[in-house]
């Protein structure tokens, strides 16, 4: 237990940011976190990066 607010604040941010990098997608191209996400008519998945279109499944 921390022995401040502060401390908690600290690992509140901390685990914000585990959490952020968990659940977002990254172009493994260029980096970008602008990721969009595409559904096909067959029901397949893809993934198009918005800052650099690349494309990938």
Same mark, same amino acid.
């Given at each position: 237990? #921390?022995?401040?607010?502060l401390?908690? $604040?600290?690992? @509140?941010?901390e685990?914000?940011?585990i959490?952020?990098?968990?659940?977002?997608?990254?172009? #493994?191209?260029?980096g970008?976190?602008? $990721?969009?996400? @595409?559904?096909?008519?067959?029901?397949?998945?893809?993934?198009?990066?918005?800052?650099?279109?690349?494309?990938?499944?």
């Open positions: 237990m #921390p022995a401040s607010i401390g908690e $604040v600290d690992d @509140l941010s685990s914000e940011v959490r952020d990098r968990i659940t977002r997608l990254d172009c #493994p191209s260029c970008s976190a602008h $990721v969009a996400l @595409l559904f096909g008519d067959s029901g397949g998945i893809s993934y198009v990066c918005t800052a650099c279109g690349h494309s990938w499944s």
